[in-house]
């Protein structure tokens, strides 16, 4: 059965840092994302992390939050820094053990999602 559990989600002042953790079960995947939604808009990728470790973003969390796998602990991480308001979002971790096109998937591009994390940054 695959799993993924997200946590770390949390209130914070602007300018604060958040460290996001998703637990996975089963075999390591090829590619994995984070993603956020915020109500009424749509789910948008964050950040993608392939088998390789190759990471991407979105331009506008580009320089402040970093992606990461530790495989021996298997866990995918978001570490987040000088959030903003317009961070705020419950955020989603995301695998697929399709590898093609990791850094270009979107949402439905993901077959297995955790349950989220709600992140809340205050001006």
């Known amino acids: 059965q695959v799993t993924l559990v997200e946590s770390g989600g949390g209130s914070v002042q602007a300018g604060g840092s958040l460290r996001l953790s998703c637990e996975f079960s089963?075999?390591?995947?090829?590619?994995m994302g984070w993603f956020r939604q915020s109500p009424g808009k749509l789910r948008e990728g964050v950040a993608r992390?392939?088998?390789?470790?190759?990471?991407s973003y979105e331009d506008s969390v580009k320089g402040r939050f970093t992606a990461s796998i530790n495989n021996a602990k298997n866990t995918l991480y978001l570490q987040m820094n000088n959030l903003k308001p317009e961070d705020t979002a419950m955020y989603y971790c995301?695998?697929?053990?399709?590898?093609?096109?990791?850094?270009?998937?979107?949402?439905?591009?993901?077959?297995?999602w955790g349950r989220g994390t709600q992140v809340t940054v205050s001006s």
């Open positions: 089963g075999d390591p995947y090829y590619c």
């Open positions: 995301a695998a697929t053990w399709i590898y093609s096109n990791c850094h270009t998937r979107g949402p439905d591009g993901f077959p297995h």
């Open positions: 992390v392939d088998r390789d470790n190759g990471t």
